[in-house]
């Protein structure tokens, strides 16, 4: 059973300063999703990684896939307040046609002055 | 263009009634799930259509769930019986197709069962 975990759940991060936060999943994939979620709100796409040694980057966050780690990456460099909200991984298993996500709890960050 | 829409945004029931929830897709896209997202499960997969297939529905919890899904577009979530266990916000996505593509969500339904 393909298991996605997020580390660590809850980040307090400082405005200005750069973080990085995990996603480790459990068997062999090679599709892996980042997802931002605002309270109330739906899923919003943030990145597509197809292969291993993806590397994705938009504004202050970057992406990256290992896929021999089983580990995704995102890197937040100089957070701001925008910023503050639940980001989930999800994976696509290798297995069957169906495509599947299976989500991480989500990791939820608040960007404080 | 228009995204995934769902309806209702919210929706109260008493427990033992029927509910159904609908989702209207990106146009075009053949590919629909639905998933689940409660405070104790975190988001769960439920059904899944793509074109004329068979749904793979193992991601229902029991059978008082069902979905169907007309002239591969617009998808009805329908829960029987409702427990209040079934509580939760019910969301709907598409994709284009099933290899690498990406999934996009709608609002979502929250369910509220008294």
């Known amino acids: 059973e393909l298991k996605v975990e997020q580390n660590p759940l809850f980040l307090s991060m400082q405005e200005g300063k750069n973080y990085t936060i995990y996603c480790n999943y459990s068997t062999t994939s090679d599709r892996l999703y980042w997802y931002r979620q605002d309270p109330g709100k739906s899923l919003e796409s943030l990145f597509v990684l197809l292969s291993n040694g993806a590397v994705k980057q938009e504004g202050r966050l970057m992406a990256s896939l290992d896929t021999k780690a089983r580990l995704s990456t995102l890197h937040i460099t100089a957070a701001v307040h925008d910023l503050s909200a639940t980001y989930f991984c999800a994976v696509v298993g290798l297995t069957g046609a169906n495509s599947k996500l299976t989500f991480g709890k989500g990791i939820t960050l608040s960007v404080r002055p | 263009g228009a995204g995934v829409s769902q309806s209702p945004s919210n929706k109260v029931t008493e427990k033992g009634k029927d509910v159904e929830l609908r989702c209207d897709p990106i146009s075009g896209h053949t590919a629909l799930y639905w998933y689940r997202q409660s405070l104790g499960q975190g988001l769960e997969f439920l059904i899944y259509f793509q074109g004329n297939s068979a749904p793979d529905k193992s991601g229902l919890p029991s059978d008082r769930f069902s979905a169907e899904r007309t002239g591969g577009s617009v998808s009805t979530l329908t829960i029987q019986r409702t427990q209040q266990e079934d509580s939760a916000v019910y969301l709907c996505?598409?994709?284009?197709?099933?290899?690498?593509?990406?999934?996009?969500f709608g609002p979502g339904t929250r369910l509220t069962v008294l």
């Open positions: 996505a598409s994709s284009p197709g099933t290899s690498g593509n990406e999934q996009f």
